[in-house]
């Protein structure tokens, strides 16, 4: 069998994309999550495990952080373990905000809920590690940053369906 490096380096002799190893990655996380939510939610083992396509990251997570792709990941299956609809992640909502504070300016509730959605995504542990703690915030900007929050949240779910 020829290993996913193998094949990169073959790509890449040829002029094309270096993102080969990165898919094989997050199909091993894929797989790592539909594993882990069968044993959450066994009344929907066949949902989940037929899911493997839903968790096609968007082409602006693919070079994510792991932990980021593992709780987009987590997020859907567990809206298919529950039965809901798809609605926009927290992991998917980072991105957005992050993506978008690269091309200019936000305002300080789209950072703060830029912040929200990376705690949600990362957990309180991992978040410190990443991103420091929420107490730069005051109770008002976390208020703003989560109305705003649930608000891209829903504007993502909308063009979703």
Known sequence: ??????????????????????????????????????????????????????????????????DLYRSFAREILDQIGKGHKRSATNAEVAVCLYNTCLKSPIARDFAVAYWLAMKAALGEKKMAEVLGTDDIYTDEDLRAGRERLNEIKHDISRRLK
Do not use: W, Y
């Open 1 to 66: 069998m020829i290993s996913p490096q193998t094949i990169e380096q073959g790509i890449k002799s040829i002029g094309g994309p270096p993102s080969i190893t990165r898919a094989f990655e997050l199909m091993g996380v894929a797989e790592e999550e539909i594993k882990a939510a069968k044993k959450r939610h066994p009344a929907r083992t066949n949902e989940i495990q037929d899911s493997f396509l839903a968790l096609m990251p968007p082409p602006s997570m693919c070079l994510m952080r792991d």
